[in-house]
């Protein structure tokens, strides 16, 4: 008896990848160069697979405030906000994401997946129900699981199966929170909000959304999907992540509603872990400044999801979705997956390989995801070496081998 034994299908999996000469979970960035390049194995790589959307992980004015802070107020907080007290620029950024979002407050945490286990968590309780997409990120799942509320999950993407199981759940007069995301992180598929909207609207249930990946990315300013379909009335509760287009480390969750901060007193996830440090928030409410006042980048970043999505498409690759900052290519199989995302990374192209369990419906993927600071050489570059890659299976005479 050994406490390891229960992973013995994951070691033998991790051993079949490492007998390919793959090994795509330790994958190491031996220098960070740029938001878009960084030496791996030795090679000047082209980062096509993080989730840097809008490149301001070097934005000068960004650095400029994460180091004024280091210097000013030091590298950490070392302690939670109510044992060790909150920052003036905890402060700062809260006001900044209200104000971004339009919502009467934010309460910020020091992760995004802490983010949705505290405002889950938070909100709902053993007596409650909540209805969740199906296939929702880790952090919401545990989030669910960590509140002890009922879990119904829907159909992904689906307001009828969530219209369905509202109706059966009519009679139960219980609390019933509604989670579901802006855009998938696996697929780079959207949500249809605005009927989800509509739905807890006439069912006159509460609405969650998590924009991860849609903040920076949809919206006049970059407030998110919620702000550009103008549903604000209609959803509850925004969380969202600081590490995607933000450029640093962090969540948050807002609301207008009245009772909201109450969270801050009942809330473990954020009652009893440090705060976030300084320079992670000083960089915040930079990054929130330049997304507001630089329109550019977000046109740029979905320049170069169309131009890459064409390419790609031209050369006969399957997408999972219709175009958005994320392409998931679909692969007929995991070997042809692990074989194509091992040649793109010899050719100098760092893509995510997404396998089962983690993606949905069994998919295996090659996740590329879009910068706005990716060149429109880079884009030429990439598409370059996946059309290669195609060609190469295709002289082997295996077409089906890169989904053609
Ligand atoms: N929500 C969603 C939808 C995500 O995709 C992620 C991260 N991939 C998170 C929450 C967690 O965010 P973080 O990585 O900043 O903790």
Redesign the pocket.
Known sequence: MDLFDKYAPFSDRYGQLEDLGVDPFHMRVEKILSPTRAIIDGRETILAGTNNYLGLTFDPTVIAAAVRALKTQGTATTGSRIANGTYPGHIALEKEIADFLGRRSAIVFP???QA?LGILAGLAGSKDIILLDADS?A?IYDGCRLSGATMIRFRHNSPADLDKRLHRLAEKQVNKLVVV?SIY?MLGDQAPLDEFAEVTRRHGVSLLV?E??SLGVFGDRGQGLVAELGIEDDVDYVVG?F?KSLGS?G?FGASNHPKFDILRYTSRPYMYTASASPSNVEAVIEAIKQIRARPNLREKLWDNARDLYRRLTDIGYQLCAPVSPILAVNMPNEETAIYCWNELLKAGIYVNLALPPGTPNGACLLRASLSAAHSPNEIKTIAGVFANIAARAALKKQPERVGL
């Open positions: 992760t995004g997946f949705n990120h952090s995301e992180s998590d991860a990946h992540t590490s480390v969540g």
